[in-house]
C-alpha cells in the first residue's frame, strides 16, 4: 500500500459523520449577539461552515504520522510473510530434487517430508491470515485516533467561531454547491497543527 495517505479512503466515510457536528451557543439574553467570522462586505452569512476532507487529511500533521506509522506495520508484516514464503518455497524446491534424484531411501519418508511441507504451508495461509487481522486492528485504532483528535480541535477552535454547524465535503459529495465564504478547511488545518506540532518519524506518534 503505497499510496500517499493510506488510510484516507476508510477515513472519508468514518469522517462525514464527525464532521456533521452541532455547535449550539445560546445567548444569555435574548438581545445578545453571536458573531461569525467572514469576509468583510458580506450581505449575510449564516452560521455554518464546512470542511474539505481530502485536503484535511493530506495537510493535518497527524494524518500524516498516522499513515506512516501504519505503513511502517505494513511493512513489517510484508517482510515477515516475505520471510516465511521463501522458507516454504525453498523447502518445496529441495522436496522436489530430492524427488526426482531418487534421494528417498522409502515412499513412507518421501510422504513424511511432503505432509512436513503442507504443514508449512498452512502455516503460512495462518501468518497471512493474522497479520492481516491485525493490521485491521491497527488502521481502525488510528482511525479512532485521528477522528477524536479532529472533533475536540473542532470544539475547541469553535469556541471562539460560534458555529452552529460544520459539516464535511469530500470531493464535493456533500455539498453541491456552496459559496466560498463558508469553507473553512485552511483555518482548521492551520489550527489542527498549530495544536499537533510537526510531523515526527518516531514510531510512536504524538496524541
Known amino acids: 500500500?503505497?499510496?500517499?495517505?493510506?488510510?484516507?479512503?476508510?477515513?472519508?466515510?468514518?469522517?462525514?459523520?464527525?464532521?456533521?457536528?452541532?455547535?449550539?451557543?445560546?445567548?444569555?439574553?435574548?438581545?445578545?449577539?453571536?458573531?461569525?467570522?467572514?469576509?468583510?462586505?458580506?450581505?449575510?452569512?449564516?452560521?455554518?461552515?464546512?470542511?474539505?476532507?481530502?485536503?484535511?487529511?493530506?495537510?493535518?500533521?497527524?494524518a500524516t504520522d498516522l499513515n506512516e506509522a501504519l505503513m511502517r506495520?505494513?511493512?513489517?508484516?510484508?517482510?515477515?510473510?516475505?520471510?516465511?514464503?521463501?522458507?516454504?518455497?525453498?523447502?518445496?524446491?529441495?522436496?522436489?530434487?530430492?524427488?526426482?534424484?531418487?534421494?528417498?531411501?522409502?515412499?513412507?519418508r518421501a510422504e513424511e517430508e511432503q505432509t512436513r511441507i503442507q504443514k508449512m504451508g498452512d502455516e503460512y495461509q495462518r501468518m497471512a491470515q493474522q497479520l492481516s487481522n491485525e493490521l485491521g486492528l491497527e488502521q481502525q485504532k488510528l482511525n479512532l485516533q485521528l477522528s477524536d483528535s479532529i472533533r475536540n480541535a473542532l470544539q475547541e477552535f469553535n469556541k471562539s467561531k460560534n458555529f452552529e454547524m460544520i459539516l464535511s465535503n469530500t470531493a464535493s459529495d456533500n455539498l453541491l454547491l456552496a459559496h466560498p465564504k463558508y469553507d473553512i478547511t485552511n483555518e482548521v488545518i492551520a489550527f489542527l497543527n498549530k495544536r499537533y506540532g510537526p510531523v515526527t518519524s518516531k514510531t510512536e506518534v504524538k496524541k
Not at 21 to 47: I, M, Q, R, W
Open 1 to 62: 500500500m503505497k499510496n500517499n495517505y493510506v488510510i484516507s479512503g476508510i477515513l472519508a466515510a468514518a469522517l462525514i459523520l464527525l464532521y456533521i457536528l452541532h455547535f449550539t451557543s445560546s445567548p444569555k439574553n435574548a438581545g445578545d449577539k453571536v458573531k461569525y467570522e467572514f469576509a468583510a462586505g458580506d450581505s449575510a452569512a449564516l452560521p455554518i461552515a464546512y470542511v474539505n476532507v481530502d485536503s484535511l487529511l493530506m495537510n493535518y500533521n497527524f
Open 73 to 108: 506495520i505494513e511493512e513489517n508484516s510484508r517482510a515477515s510473510l516475505t520471510q516465511k514464503e521463501r522458507q516454504v518455497q525453498a523447502a518445496a524446491q529441495e522436496f522436489q530434487r530430492k524427488l526426482e534424484n531418487n534421494a528417498f531411501l522409502t515412499q513412507k
